[in-house]
Structure formats: structure tokens, C-alpha cells
DNA sequence: GCCCACGCTAAGCGAGCGCTCACTTTCGGC
DNA sequence: GCCGAAAGTGAGCGCTCGCTTAGCGTGGGC
């Protein structure tokens, strides 16, 4: 790999910005315990345990518990929001870039499924300014996608009766992804994105 | 309405079934605050305040907490394939069972909400036998999906060149609606599922 | 060689959890 | 009018939770 920053894939690894080195253990830790059994079920006992220390050294780190599912989903929807600008900014026409919105969004649901999951389904367990927070990173994750759409409507590219109604059907089917992908089943990332991407198109008229 | 099990709309009224009378409003407690809270941070004295009882009469009905929320997700997924079912086997061609099918599964999501919620997503909390049997209910949800887009194919209505894909594709759709749907939003259920089962039916190329 | 700031642990606090128990109330059968 | 079963309550048990505190080991600055 070319810096220390990126896999063999291009990919930037993740939780390089959170430093020090136990801190990211612990939030490693948190991420994997979270997405296996959901936040409220997680002790930070737990979270401590898989990170190799004692429960107290969790709040050297972080002030609660909360603080630590806070930090794992604003950096998810960060990076998911990366993912959905870097398609929609590209060169190419309203499908192309459509397509690569699709595919991406839904490699990195299927390969990263624990922040995934941690990030789509426990935005509950946050407080109320935590979670307004991460709410208004989701509307634009909305934006980006209706933006791609609204685009192949225009150029006439797309023939879509409901952009907004379409839009949500296009997350939906992303963030889904999330919840029923495992790493023994028969498909890779790469593959569900392509087919995702090819019924997206279909959804929007493109083909 | 016809009966005292029917609604207006026809639909049969949810958790009839659940006697005697005390039992039935724990567990339509317990389904609101399961599908507010999660399972893990709903506490058993939230559930018998809701239903107007001590903490203690909850264990008059039920053993424990868990099978509670076993009795809700087993019902649950017995009405879904209900839905399923009922759509799959009635007189038309393939795209107006799938469109059918579709239409209903997401009217229900959306209408009944709270139920989908805790059936969709609290799959977790329960124990391995009890999680079994509802996984091998989930199965037959899959192949009733998966049964109408095969007939499709078969008859050429539909262009379809990964059923499995698109059957997981199309009950994601539908699944994700528990995730986002509001009351307070500007779509009604119906409203949601007509246009669902359009995006489904050019997924499949029937339009 | 001393020191102290830093990272961490062992022990444990107060609170709230799922669940139990001893007891009361209600009510149909005779 | 009495009785046993069924349904419900108030009090609280044993436990585990999130989090705190007092103190220990260690390595860089001088």
C-alpha cells in the first residue's frame, strides 16, 4: 500500500483519526460489541474486555458511554456522506454517476456491515443534541442522492414520476444492506453493489 | 364491519388472538415500547405502567420478558406471510401478485408500524430456539417472494437475471419502510405502497 | 537520581434491573 | 354465606449496570 492511510483496495483505513493508540481500541471495540448485540444490550464491561483493559479505563478516553456511540456515528455518517459526494461530483453522465453512488454506498454497508449497523440502527440510543446532530449529516445524505436524481430528470436521462419518494427507495435499498449481509453468505460486496446499482437504474427508468 | 374481528377497512383487528383481556394490553405495551425504546432499554415496569398494572401481574401471563416479545414477533410474522400469502396466491398475472404483494407488505409496515418495528429489527434479543423458529418463519417470507418473481420469469413478464438478488432487493424495500416511516410524515401508507410496488415492477422489467 | 504527570487498575458506590413472594381482593359454584 | 381459584398488589431480593475514586507503575525532563 502507498501510505500507511490506505489498504490494497484504495480504501482509507478507518478510525485513523482517533488517536491514541487505546482509544481506538476501545472505540474498535465498541463498534464490533454494538453492531453484535445493540447498544442498550452492551456493558461498558464488555467494550473494556474486548480492548484488552479494565472497565475503568474506558472513562479516560470517553465520558460515557454514550460519548463513544456518538463518536462511532458521526465519524460512519462522515465517511458515508464521503462515499455519496465523491460519486455525485464525479465526471459522467446522471446514471454513470448514479450507478457509482449505488455501488459504493452499498460495498462500504456490506464491508464495513458492523459500523454500518452501528450507524443506521442505533441513533435511538443517542441523546437529544447528539442525535440532531447526526440527523441533519442524514439530510445530506438525502440531498446527495435526490441531487444525482434530480440531475438524470432534468437532462432526461431518467424517468422518474416521484424523486423524493424515489430517492427514499434508493436508501432504503442501501442501508438494508446493512441488515441482512454477513461474510458467510454467497455473495461478495462487490457483487450485491453491482446488482443493486443495475436495479437502481432500472427503478429510475435509466435502461 | 362485518364482524367483530374486522376493521372498516377489512383488515382483521391485531392481537385478537391474545386472551384473556389483561394479557392482550401487555403485550400492546410492550409493542409500543419495544418499537420506542428496543427491547434491551424497555424495562418491565415501563410495560405494566403502560398497560395500567404493577410490575408483578406482568408474570401472571407471561414467564418472562423475553416471551413476550417472542408472542409479538411469532404473531407478527405470521400476519406478514399472511399478507404474503394471500397476495402470491390470488388470480392475475405475475405482475399484479407481485404488485399486490408489494403494495400490502408495505401498507402494512407502514400502518402498523410499531408491530414491523419490533418484528423487523429486534430479531436479536431472542433466544436460539426462539430466534429459530422465527428465521425459518422468515424463509417462507423470502420464498413466497421469490415464488412470484420465479412465475414471472417463467412466463416471460418479468426480465429478471438474479431472482434470489432481487427477491432480497425487493423485501428489503419493503422492510426498510419500518425504519423510516412516520405518521407524521407527508405520505400515507397507501400512498407509499403503490409507489413501491411501481418502482418493483420496473425492477423486475415488467413495465 | 529524583519527580511527577500520565495511563491504568482494583475496588466499590448508588441505582435500577428482572423477577419473586406473601398477601389481598374478586367472583362463580353450591 | 362460605370456599377455592384466579388475578392483582406492595415490598423487596439478588444482581449487574454505568460510573467514580484512591492509588500504583513507569518513563521523560532536569
Redesign the interface.
Known amino acids: 500500500m502507498s501510505t500507511a492511510q490506505e489498504t490494497a483496495g484504495g480504501e482509507v483505513e478507518p478510525w485513523e483519526e482517533v488517536t491514541p493508540d487505546a482509544a481506538r481500541r476501545l472505540l474498535i471495540a465498541a463498534v464490533e460489541a454494538f453492531a453484535e448485540?445493540?447498544y442498550?444490550?452492551t456493558t461498558t464491561r464488555d467494550i473494556a474486555g474486548r480492548a484488552g483493559m479494565s472497565p475503568a479505563a474506558l472513562y479516560i478516553h470517553y465520558k460515557t458511554k454514550e460519548e463513544l456511540l456518538h463518536r462511532i456515528s458521526r465519524i460512519g455518517h462522515d465517511r458515508a456522506l464521503d462515499i455519496l459526494r465523491t460519486a455525485a461530483r464525479r465526471e459522467g453522465s446522471a446514471a454513470e454517476r448514479l450507478a457509482d453512488a449505488v455501488s459504493s454506498f452499498v460495498r462500504w454497508h456490506a464491508g464495513r456491515r458492523t459500523t454500518a449497523r452501528v450507524v443506521?440502527?442505533e441513533l435511538?440510543?443517542l441523546g437529544p443534541e447528539a442525535r440532531a446532530e447526526i440527523v441533519a449529516l442524514r439530510r445530506q445524505v438525502d440531498a446527495e442522492v435526490r441531487g444525482i436524481i434530480e440531475d438524470g430528470v432534468a437532462s432526461g436521462e431518467f424517468d422518474v414520476?416521484?424523486v423524493h419518494?424515489?430517492t427514499?427507495?434508493v436508501l432504503?435499498?442501501c442501508?438494508?444492506?446493512a441488515?441482512?449481509f454477513t461474510v458467510n453468505g454467497p455473495?461478495t460486496p462487490e457483487e450485491?453493489g453491482a446488482?443493486?446499482a443495475?436495479?437502481v437504474l432500472?427503478?429510475v427508468?435509466a435502461e
Open positions: 448485540r445493540g442498550h444490550a443506521q440502527y435511538d440510543a414520476p416521484d419518494g424515489t427514499l427507495a432504503s435499498l442501508i438494508d444492506v441488515r441482512w455473495r450485491v446488482l443493486y443495475d436495479l432500472r427503478m427508468g
